[in-house]
């Protein structure tokens, strides 16, 4: 599965829209960018997933760019529910779903 | 539905004891996984099973055993635990081993190892 690579931490103002960058610039043709995340002391939650559209769920939207080389998760409205940390996984038709890769993803801070 | 459920929530122990940590889903879902986490740190998988009967090594198998009798259940075994797996473990199951089965994860056990 390709390498993906996300900024450590991120703030944001309640209300306002998050917006989470994640590059996998070996991504190859058959793999899914994913995006889940953890809130504190629970365990990690899925929030959307793509293939090469743009994808937009009840919690959230995601943009992949053209070249599926970086994908932004997008949080319309922050809430300070929101805080947690945002992993972004790429995983392939062929590989299993165990063997997703979660580094150690985005520390998103929603401040009021 | 109640998903992915681990117990216990909490426990201690001392080196050299061995203990099961159970986790059952009511989803129907082939493929289940064990992780640890520990702090400030992202997932590790243990051990992954992609269906009754069947299971495998992760990135840090030692010192873990599992087994998957039933599609429900797949506990892991610690089978002589040292200071060195105290984390934060958790389950997650999804339908199937294929690139778009998003997991679904239970709420952990916090395991200290004294």
């Known amino acids: 599965d390709a390498k993906t690579t996300q900024p450590p931490s991120m703030d944001c103002a309640e209300g306002r829209a998050a917006n989470l960058p994640c590059n996998h610039s070996?991504?190859?043709?058959?793999?899914?960018v994913y995006w889940y995340r953890q809130i504190h002391s629970q365990g990690p939650q899925y929030i959307i997933h793509g293939l090469k559209n743009n994808e937009t769920n009840e919690m959230a939207s995601l943009i992949i760019t053209e070249d599926r080389k970086s994908s932004t998760l997008i949080l319309p409205h922050a809430t300070l529910r929101d805080t947690a940390v945002y992993y972004c996984?790429?995983?392939?038709?062929?590989?299993?779903?165990?063997?997703?890769?979660f580094g150690d993803g985005t520390t998103l801070t929603v401040k009021p | 539905n109640a998903g992915v459920t681990q117990t216990p929530k909490f426990q201690v122990l001392k080196t050299g004891q061995s203990m099961t940590l159970q986790c059952a889903q009511d989803?129907?879902?082939?493929?289940m996984s064990w992780y640890r986490q520990d702090p400030g740190m992202g997932l590790r998988l243990i051990h992954y099973?992609?269906?009754?009967?069947?299971?495998d090594q992760g990135e840090v198998p030692n010192g873990y055993n599992v087994s998957r009798s039933t599609t429900e259940d797949f506990p892991l075994r610690l089978l002589s635990a040292a200071p060195s797996q105290t984390s934060v473990y958790f389950c997650a199951s999804s339908t199937d081993w294929k690139a778009q089965s998003a997991q679904h994860f239970g709420d952990g056990t916090r395991l200290s190892i004294l």
């Open positions: 996984i790429v995983k392939g038709a062929n590989t299993n779903a165990g063997k997703s890769t």
């Open positions: 099973s992609v269906g009754a009967g069947i299971t």
């Open positions: 989803m129907n879902h082939e493929y």
């Open positions: 070996t991504i190859s043709g058959n793999e899914y």
